[in-house]
């Protein structure tokens, strides 16, 4: 097995056997170019087939120019390589990523590929939350099945083709049924309410009810998913409270 470097030599002189000459002008004066071929090959071979292979001729010095762009440097591959900053920052600048890419790998990418990568990325991240989101009923019944009696509700946007068999999510809320026994049973009649904002391309707002334990600890009593912290949604996750333990309008 016989491997030569691919690299171009650039030289200029006034002529060269075996080389391909170009003719240029620069200020006036005419400047040939040859185009040489680097000089690094190493050669390998096997005593028999099924033997390792050796190295026979090594020639380890490159004359030819370095450059930091590589056709292997795909937008598919960029993309793989900026998966976690796309997911953190969606809207992080493409220069940005630029930067990082060519600081991390040593590797000139040009903005044309940074345009497609992030793209490539946004739209796996995006395909990964639908799945997530697609997966939503099976959630609730492995809960149910591992927690019984554990309240899960789910509310969804109204339909016009009554025919549809899919539905646009808005809500879920959920009570685990031993913090629900546990709330009743020896915790202090206190609640404590927050909401927090979602990252990522469904935007919305968790939404968490908690409690104090004997020992002045947080103990986390419901949570849910809204479409935003508004007074109907604060309305809908309260009362669905009320229900589980068993509160009074008042």
Not at 203 to 217: C, E, F, M, T, Y
Request: proline residues 4%; glycine residues 6%.
């Amino acid at each position: 097995m016989l491997v030569y470097c691919r690299g171009v030599v650039r030289v200029t002189n006034k002529g060269q056997v075996g080389t391909q000459a170009t003719t240029s002008k620069r200020k006036g004066k005419e400047l040939k170019t040859q185009k040489v071929t680097c000089g690094w090959y190493i050669h390998a071979s096997r005593s028999n087939p099924k033997s390792d292979s050796f190295i026979r001729t090594l020639n380890e010095t490159h004359t030819c120019l370095q450059t930091r762009k590589l056709r292997a440097c795909t937008a598919s591959l960029i993309s793989k390589k900026i998966f976690d900053q796309v997911e953190a920052n969606p809207d992080i600048p493409l220069r940005a990523i630029q930067d990082h890419f060519q600081k991390t790998y040593q590797v000139g990418v040009t903005m044309d590929n940074v345009f497609r990568a992030k793209d490539k990325a946004r739209k796996h991240i995006t395909g990964d939350y639908t799945k997530q989101y697609e997966m939503l009923r099976d959630y609730v019944l492995e809960l149910q099945a591992t927690n019984p009696d554990t309240t899960v509700k789910i509310d969804v946007c109204s339909e016009p083709n009554p025919d549809s068999t899919t539905r646009q999510f808005r809500r879920i809320y959920v009570c685990l049924d031993p913090l629900k026994k546990g709330f009743k049973a020896c915790l202090r009649d206190l609640l404590g309410f927050d909401g927090a904002f979602m990252k990522g391309p469904f935007l919305g707002q968790v939404l968490s009810a908690i409690g104090l334990d004997s020992n002045n600890g947080i103990y986390p009593l419901a949570y849910g998913i809204v479409e935003s912290e508004n007074t109907e949604s604060w309305k809908w996750f309260l009362d669905n409270i009320g229900d589980d333990l068993d509160l009074g309008r008042n």
